[in-house]
T-cell receptor, first 117, second 111 residues
Framework: GAVVSQHPSWVICKSGTSVKIECRSL??????MFWYRQFPKQSLMLMAT?????????EQGVEKDKFLINHASLTLSTLTVTSAHPEDSSFYIC?????????????FGNGTRLTVT | SQQGEEDPQALSIQEGENATMNCSYK?????LQWYRQNSGRGLVHLIL?????REKHSGRLRVTLDTSKKSSSLLITASRAADTASYFC???????????FGQGTRLTINP
C-alpha cells in the first residue's frame, strides 16, 4: 500500500486564489520531503526540499513567496500555491525517503493535478 | 547538469521482447536509482544500485552501473504490456541531499 499520501489528487481553482496540497508519510517519520513539478511528458523538476522544523530549501528559479512550504510535523508537509495563475497549472508530486536522505529510495505520493482557470 | 539523461527518449517493442534503457550522468555519485511512472501517477522506486556495485537484479529487472563511464542501464526482460510506463534514472550526487531526474524513457509494450 501507499506509504506517502498526497491530497487532493486533483483541484481546479480560479486565477488569484490559493491552493494547498498536503503530503503525508503514513507509516514512517519524514524529516525531509521533496516537492516536484511535472509538465506533460516531461521530467520532474525539483522545486524545494522541505525540512521538518526549519525553512524549506528552494531550487534556483522557484519563487519562495509563490510556493509556500510548511513542514510542521514529522509526517506532514504542505505546499501552498499562492495567487495561482494559469501558468501554475501542472502536476505536483511530493516524495520522502524512509530514513536518511542518503542512499534511501524515495516514496512518492500520487501527485496533484492543478488546473487554474 | 547533475541530472541523469536517459536514452532513448521513447522505445516501443513487442510483448515478450527485452527492453534496454540507458542513463548517463556527469558527476560522482553515492548511488543511482531507477523509477517507473505510470501516466498521471507518482513514481515508484524500482532499484537502487550503489556506487561500489556493478550489477543488481530484481525479478525481471537488471541494472548495471559503470562509474568509469558514468553510465547505467536498465534491462527489463520478457516485457509485458503492464510494463508500459515512463522510466527515470536518478543519480544521487555526492554531497547533494536530493535526487534530480532526467527526461525519462517512455516505454510502450505492444501486445
Amino acid at each position: 500500500g501507499a506509504v506517502v499520501s498526497q491530497h487532493p489528487s486533483w483541484v481546479i481553482c480560479k486565477s488569484g486564489t490559493s491552493v494547498k496540497i498536503e503530503c503525508r508519510s503514513l507509516d514512517f517519520q519524514a524529516t525531509t520531503m521533496f516537492w516536484y513539478r511535472q509538465f506533460p511528458k516531461q521530467s520532474l523538476m525539483l522545486m524545494a526540499t522541505s525540512n521538518e522544523g526549519s525553512k524549506a530549501t528552494y531550487e534556483q528559479g522557484v519563487e519562495k513567496d509563490k510556493f509556500l512550504i510548511n513542514h510542521a510535523s514529522l509526517t506532514l508537509s504542505t505546499l501552498t500555491v499562492t495567487s495561482a495563475h494559469p501558468e501554475d497549472s501542472s502536476f505536483y508530486i511530493c516524495s520522502a525517503p524512509r530514513g536518511t536522505v542518503r542512499n534511501s529510495p524515495l516514496h512518492f505520493g500520487n501527485g496533484t493535478r492543478l488546473t487554474v482557470t | 547538469s547533475q541530472q541523469g539523461e536517459e536514452d532513448p527518449q521513447a522505445l516501443s517493442i513487442q510483448e515478450g521482447e527485452n527492453a534496454t534503457m540507458n542513463c548517463s550522468y556527469k558527476t560522482s555519485i553515492n548511488n543511482l536509482q531507477w523509477y517507473r511512472q505510470n501516466s498521471g501517477r507518482g513514481l515508484v522506486h524500482l532499484i537502487l544500485i550503489r556506487s561500489n556495485e556493478r550489477e543488481k537484479h530484481s525479478g525481471r529487472l537488471r541494472v548495471t552501473l559503470d562509474t568509469s563511464k558514468k553510465s547505467s542501464s536498465l534491462l527489463i526482460t520478457a516485457s509485458r504490456a503492464a510494463d508500459t510506463a515512463s522510466y527515470f534514472c536518478a543519480p544521487e550526487i555526492q554531497g547533494a541531499q536530493k535526487l534530480v531526474f532526467g527526461q525519462g524513457t517512455r516505454l510502450t509494450i505492444n501486445p
